[in-house]
């Protein structure tokens, strides 16, 4: 038997346990044994929860377990997360995370310790929720030389455009619908001013092209200032505004990469997806572009990705890989030398 730990309780902890049990015979199947929830971490006590009784508050409880192999990390945020990943990787327990802020900023630290260590550092669920983007990159897009990714990488900024476009609502009443809804935060600022498009694109980036991209050295902005002008300048344009994480590999060895609104032809891979959905079009030497699509964030499509990676665990597949290297600003292009035409009468880029 297999038996691991979740670090976290949360909306995406809790799909973890809860998926596990309810693929319980998937997992055995994929796995060749059972897997077990041992212990979930959270400073809440869940009296009423049936899994009440594997509640700890003690991470060293499950850092000196010898039986616990697998810990994953749901709880976010580059402080806690941080400190307990790197104990586990340390201690030799593969380690798979939906972190996205903590492996866009650790990554190659991280990467580093699962090597030295023989174990896995793995996030698939750090990018995209369900949608598989990680091990493709990796693995299905390996013989091609990757040369551009661009991708709708945040639900909620996605919905409020979407509100913006098709209902000619405006920025706030959409942000306030999308609160009501879930899709939204109390405070949206990671997901509305691009932070979280940001930290994704780097991680996608890094991955594609071999070398860390950290997000406090990409241009970000985000939709908080869009107007209904604006919206509508694009349509009668014949383009339709995204928020987009992009990269690209430029003749001088940089990268190109920004987070931005932007205006793309209607007839785009992108233009048509709408709603919380994210898409994601990566462009490779041999196959041209290829677009991934799916459900970005939720409890059970990021929890899939979660438990993808568990399953991979068991594998002796990819154990220390260490998938891109470190790098300093200079292998970032500065923004302002990026030349754009620009949507009329606004700084909104177009692109092709």
């Known amino acids: 038997m297999i038996k691991t730990a979740v670090l976290g309780y949360g909306t995406v902890g809790s799909g973890v346990v809860e998926l596990l049990k309810k693929n319980k015979r998937l997992f055995t199947d994929k796995a060749g044994e059972e897997i077990q929830v041992k212990y979930i971490l959270d400073i809440r006590d869940f009296p009423e929860d049936p899994n009440r009784d594997k509640i700890v508050h003690d991470f060293d409880v499950i850092l000196h377990d010898p039986e ?28 798979v995370t939906s972190n996205k802020e903590l492996v866009a900023a650790k990554a190659p630290e991280l990467l580093q310790l699962a090597k030295e260590n023989g174990v896995k550092y793995l996030f698939e669920a750090s990018v995209g929720g369900g ?117 690209e590999k430029t003749t001088d060895g940089s990268v190109k990469i920004f987070v931005s609104p932007c205006a793309i032809r209607t007839d785009h891979p992108l233009a048509n997806i709408e709603d919380v959905f994210n898409g994601i079009t990566v462009t490779g030497n041999a196959t041209g572009d290829v677009t991934f699509y ?34 300093d600003n200079s292998f970032v292009k500065s923004f302002q030398d990026l030349q754009f035409t620009y949507l009329t009468g606004t700084e909104i880029p177009v692109i092709e």
Request: glycine share 8%; charged share 20%.
């Open 68 to 95: 616990i192999t697998i810990i994953a990390e749901t709880i976010g945020g580059k402080t806690f997360a941080y400190e307990y990943t790197k104990k586990a990787l340390a201690a030799g327990k593969n380690v």
């Open 131 to 247: 949608i598989p983007i990680i091990r493709p990159l990796l693995h299905c897009l390996a013989a091609n030389d990757l040369n551009k990714i661009i991708g709708i990488l945040n639900g909620t900024t996605n919905y409020i455009l979407t509100k913006m476009i098709k209902e000619n609502m405006d920025f706030s009443v959409a942000l306030k619908q999308a609160q009501q809804l879930g899709y939204a935060e109390a405070n949206p600022a990671a997901d509305v001013e691009g932070h979280d498009t940001c930290r994704k694109i780097c991680i996608l980036a890094s991955m594609a092209f071999g070398k860390h991209i950290y997000p406090e050295n990409v241009y970000t902005k985000g939709i908080q200032d869009l107007t209904l002008e604006d919206v509508s300048k694009a349509a009668q344009a014949g383009l339709v505004i995204k928020l987009l994480g992009y990269a």
């Open 294 to 327: 799916g459900k970005g964030a939720g409890k059970f499509p990021t929890a899939s990705a979660v438990g993808a990676d568990i399953i991979h665990c068991t594998t002796p597949a990819d154990v220390g890989k260490i998938l891109w290297q470190d790098s």
